[in-house]
């Protein structure tokens, strides 16, 4: 922490932000408090998973992250591909696509491909496209707390 407070001193970072799939809420707390307490510079910015598909983290990092006002940048916000309409149920992956590599495979469930169409319906509905209710659903639910 000291040695990113000295990047911002310097001047060679605006900013310093956390993330990563080790992260938990209370590394968050944590980050925030040590930055408090010893004047380093806190963090503006978490990377934290979080999608249509992957949202166990909204009740833990998410909900930390607005308590100590610290923005939330979503990563996998399109659970790699599946919410884009590209992957369908019982369809060849293609051999050159992220969903390819073995740890992400792990997607194609049936469980997920239920919610793809569930909110695929969801947004047939409200009149827009499955990748505009990927990007948008998370913005149109925080914007009042921003």
């Given at each position: ?41 806190k ?39 599946l ?64």
């Open positions: 922490m000291s040695a990113l407070d000295e990047l911002v001193r310097e001047g060679k970072v605006l900013y310093v932000g956390a993330g990563g799939r080790q992260m938990h809420s209370w590394n968050y707390a944590d980050y925030w408090w040590v930055a408090e307490h010893r004047g380093y510079s963090p503006v910015s978490a990377q934290v998973e979080w999608s249509l598909i992957e949202r166990k983290n909204e009740k833990t990092i998410v909900a930390a992250c607005e308590r100590f006002g610290i923005g939330v940048i979503p990563f996998f916000p399109l659970a790699a591909g919410l884009t309409g590209k992957y369908t149920r019982g369809a060849e992956v293609p051999a050159d696509s992220r969903m390819s590599l073995p740890g992400y495979r792990s997607l194609l469930t049936d469980e997920n491909f239920d919610r793809v169409s569930a909110l695929t319906q969801i947004a047939d509905a409200g009149g827009t496209v499955l990748l505009d209710l990927a990007l948008g659903w998370w913005h149109r639910d925080h914007r009042s707390q921003a």
